[in-house]
């Protein structure tokens, strides 16, 4: 069945036209209204040990390859290199998720938020909204689980 008016080849050609372009408009809509990709991946801030930075960033390299032992391997060289920087940790700990080890990713990941607590992308990081911190509780005054002086 043909949608009312469009029943001549010029009335077809104009209602493919029209439907052409509205799905190009809304095609390019959505394209203007997107944000650039987030990285998923943090480089080396400016004045890190060159050792650390080149391991992290050749670890980038691999990880954006999906070549995930050769990332773990640089990203680990780099935390060598300079144990200090966060971003190798927390780009260590998307790596080993990546190899299904999570447990040792979790630990990255604190680490990393340990190491850059003002770094928004590490905190916001979806992987450590799932991470158990057991130092927590330790640190919040008052804190108590209801299990004080209790053992299991």
Known sequence: MRPEGHSTKEGRVRYTKTLAAALMAATLAGIGCQSAPKRTV??????TNIAAAHHNDEGI????????????QHFAAAITASPDLAEAHYNMGK?????????????????????????????????????????????IPGFSDGHAGHSH
Not at 61 to 72: H, M, S
Not at 104 to 115: P, Q, R, S, V, Y
């Open 61 to 72: 390299r691999a990880y954006e390859q999906g070549r995930w032992d050769a990332a773990k």
């Open 95 to 139: 790596t080993l998720y990546r190899l299904g080890a999570m447990k040792e990713g979790d630990a990255h990941f604190i680490e990393a938020a340990n190491l850059a607590p003002g770094n928004k992308v590490i905190w916001d990081a979806p992987p450590l909204k799932n991470v158990y911190v057991p130092s927590k509780e330790a640190t």
């Open 42 to 47: 943090l480089p080396a801030p400016t004045g």
